[in-house]
């Protein structure tokens, strides 16, 4: 039996990530689309890493419940994390939410049974969630601390139309719920941390870069006191940090990876883009 590291949702953000934190663990890489976990599996197996995959889709509870079966049959599992995700320019609200804010609680509840003392985990939220005003106490509780098959029935979700603040929504109820979680896999010996990463150049943005939209998005990142886009290797970097030995005082967290856009969306040149994002 091997220490176990789950990946979920394989593009190049959580591709890093493993990397980082999966040599000579039994790496488990879950994809809803299988094809995209075994092109990973080749591409990690051939750099000597050792790997299983398994088709997820993560707003089926019982898919989760499979991943976990397939995972603890190699060993502990000693790190998930979970880079998978719809953006809101590629599904509609409802998939959005199942996915995006349902999913993710359902996986942090279910690791959070079996994950083995000293380990570790990480959720990708987004800096989207930061571009949400402040929520009110009563709301951030109920996102945080709600049965996860209550979340969806909550009248301010229920009431989303919009695939935008269903991704906000989502990105933050992500970064409440591992502030929820942190107190239950505390428990247990084990830290879960979020990271909120703005633009990071993968092969989807890096359409956008080059698409219709490109003039908005190249605005956007000007506007950024970084005046670039990141790499999904400086998202790994972090995420290594705070899943080694160096990071098990951080628990229940959430880092913003973002280059600055965030601050310059509330308080600098990007202010512009709070009538439209
Ligand atoms: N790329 C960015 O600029 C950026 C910025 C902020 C946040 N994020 C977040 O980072 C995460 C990873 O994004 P990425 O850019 O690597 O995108 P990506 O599309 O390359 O990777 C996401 C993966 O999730 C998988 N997936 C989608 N729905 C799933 C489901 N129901 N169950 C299991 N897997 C599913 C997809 O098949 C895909 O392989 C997402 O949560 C995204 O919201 C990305």
Request: hydrophobic share 40%; proline share 3%.
């Amino acid at each position: 039996m091997k220490d176990v590291a789950v990946l979920v949702g394989t593009g190049s953000i959580g591709q890093a990530i493993i990397r980082r934190v999966g040599a000579g663990k039994h790496i488990v890489l879950g994809d809803l689309k299988i094809d995209a976990a075994n092109a990973a599996a080749k591409i990690l197996e051939d750099a000597g890493f050792e790997t299983s995959t398994v088709a997820v889709d993560i707003s089926s509870r019982e898919s989760i419940l499979n991943l976990v079966e397939h995972a603890k049959s190699f060993g502990a599992v000693k790190n998930v994390i979970n880079a998978a995700g719809v953006s809101p320019s590629q599904a509609p609200v409802s998939a959005i939410l199942k996915v995006d804010l349902y999913g993710t609680a359902v996986l942090l509840e279910e690791f959070g049974k079996v994950i083995a003392d000293g380990g570790s985990g990480v959720i990708i939220s987004s800096q989207s969630g930061h571009r949400l005003g402040a929520l009110t106490e009563e709301q951030n509780f109920q996102l945080a601390t709600s049965p996860t098959e209550k979340l969806l029935e909550l009248d301010f979700i229920k009431s989303i139309t919009d695939t935008l603040k269903a991704y906000q929504y989502s990105k933050r109820c992500n970064v409440l719920r591992v502030a929820y979680e942190a107190t239950r896999w505390g428990k247990r010996g084990a830290t879960i941390n979020s990271i909120s990463p703005g633009i990071i150049i993968t092969p989807l943005a890096n359409d956008e870069l080059h698409g219709p939209r490109k003039d908005g998005y190249l605005k956007m990142i000007d506007g950024s006191p970084a005046k670039r886009a990141g790499t999904p290797d400086e998202v790994g970097d972090l995420a290594e940090f705070l899943m080694s030995s160096r990071g098990k005082f951080i628990s229940g967290a959430d880092f913003l990876i973002d280059g600055g856009t965030t601050a310059s969306y509330w308080y600098g040149d990007l202010q512009y883009l709070k009538k439209t994002h």
